[in-house]
């Protein structure tokens, strides 16, 4: 099962909005609305920010919002904060053996 | 307030075998599923082991199938992960996690996680 593709870095200057895209196929992203989404602050642990394509947890800032079309999904950030610079991971459930796949990674980068 | 504090890590030969422990606080441990999430250095994430809030059933990845055992004590809050036959490819930092109730699917999403332990296999 082969992770699913995201950007290497993103980057935007504050108050801008930026998309981060995670690319899979038919058997994960594309087939289920199981796309979920972490953050990662260096040297922290990772952090539930979307669930479901586009559900927030309970706390998470209402800036962050999620999509899919296809076997793409998508995170967006909009009025970005230096507090976002971080790494982002998505996930999707896969019917494959492997169940749950986790996307390649993406960091943001606040300029 | 939620908490999971892993334990267990360090430095281990190639074959060698290692118990992870992860001590749940903050909520009703028995209610919920539980996962093993791993991280190798300067990579991305990667399940290895879940299992169900009764111990009734438990998923693992192919890559650990036959090393790994994840189990669970709800008496003691605690999750385990132990791990046989441990691999160079087995050195990463494993973090313990709290499955998302009504996630929908297996292993479902992770809504807490703790701080992780650093495994080291390495002759």
């Known amino acids: 099962q082969s992770a699913l593709s995201q950007p290497a870095s993103v980057s935007g200057s504050p108050g801008q909005s930026i998309t981060i895209s995670c690319t899979g196929t038919?058997?994960?992203?594309?087939?289920?609305?199981?796309v979920s989404w972490y953050q990662q602050h260096p040297g922290k642990a990772p952090k539930l920010m979307i669930f479901?394509?586009?559900y927030r947890p309970s706390g998470v800032s209402n800036r962050f919002s999620g999509s899919k079309s296809g076997n793409t999904a998508s995170l967006t950030i909009s009025g970005l904060q230096g507090e976002d610079e971080a790494d982002y991971y998505c996930s999707s459930y896969t019917s494959s053996s492997a169940l749950k796949v986790f996307g390649t990674g993406t960091k943001v980068t606040v300029l | 307030e939620v908490q999971l504090v892993e334990s267990g890590g360090g430095l281990v030969k190639p074959g060698g075998s290692l118990r992870l422990s992860c001590v749940a606080s903050?909520?009703?441990?028995?209610?919920?599923?539980m996962i093993w999430v791993r991280q190798a250095p300067g990579k991305g994430l990667e399940w290895v082991s879940s299992?169900?809030?009764?111990?009734?059933?438990?998923y693992k990845a192919d890559s650990v199938r036959g090393r790994f055992t994840i189990s669970r004590d709800n008496t003691k809050n605690s999750l385990y992960l132990q791990m046989n036959s441990l691999r160079a490819e087995d050195t990463a930092v494993y973090y313990c996690?709290?499955?998302?109730?009504?996630?929908?699917?297996?292993?479902?999403?992770?809504?807490?996680w703790g701080q992780g332990t650093l495994v080291t296999v390495s002759s």
């Open positions: 038919s058997s994960d992203v594309g087939g289920y609305n199981y």
């Open positions: 996690a709290r499955v998302r109730k009504y996630s929908g699917h297996e292993p479902g999403d992770f809504d807490y």
């Open positions: 299992i169900s809030s009764n111990s009734g059933y438990t």
């Open positions: 903050g909520f009703t441990f028995s209610g919920y599923n």
């Open positions: 479901d394509v586009s």
